[in-house]
Nanobody
Framework: QVQLVESGGGLVQPGGSLRLSCAAS????????MGWDRQVPGKERELVAAITRGGSINYADSVKGRFTISRDNAKNTVYLQMNSLKPEDTAVYYCNAHRELLGVAYDYWGQGTQVTVSS
């Protein structure tokens, strides 16, 4: 059973920084890609950042230049460094992992961590 456990959310002032962590229950190399989504009540969940097994990285336009996704293979952990935070970054952030086996796709999510950007 895959478990993804997020941590690092909280309340921060505009312009501040937070680092989210996502610890996986197994090797992160078992996944084709991992990343972060976020969701605001009443809105669709959106992709924030993703990193593939090969190291390719993708960001939402709204966070480019401010957020950085990275991973520590030894710790089976993926990080999201968030700088220059804005009130519109307020959301529940979910770690996600994508795996493909024999043509079947499997997607997993953590429980989410709240990020609130407010003065």
């Amino acid at each position: 059973q895959v478990q993804l456990v997020e941590s690092g959310g909280g309340l921060v002032q505009p312009g501040g920084s937070l680092r989210l962590s996502c610890a996986a229950s197994g090797s992160i190399f078992s996944f084709n890609a991992m990343g972060w989504d976020r969701q605001v009540p009443g809105k669709e969940r959106e992709l924030v950042a993703a990193i593939t097994r090969g190291g390719s990285i993708n960001y939402a336009d709204s966070v480019k230049g401010r957020f950085t996704i990275s991973r520590d293979n030894a710790k089976n952990t993926v990080y999201l460094q968030m700088n220059s935070l804005k009130p519109e970054d307020t959301a529940v952030y979910y770690c996600n992992a994508h795996r493909e086996l024999l043509g079947v796709a499997y997607d997993y999510w953590g429980q989410g961590t709240q990020v609130t950007v407010s003065s």
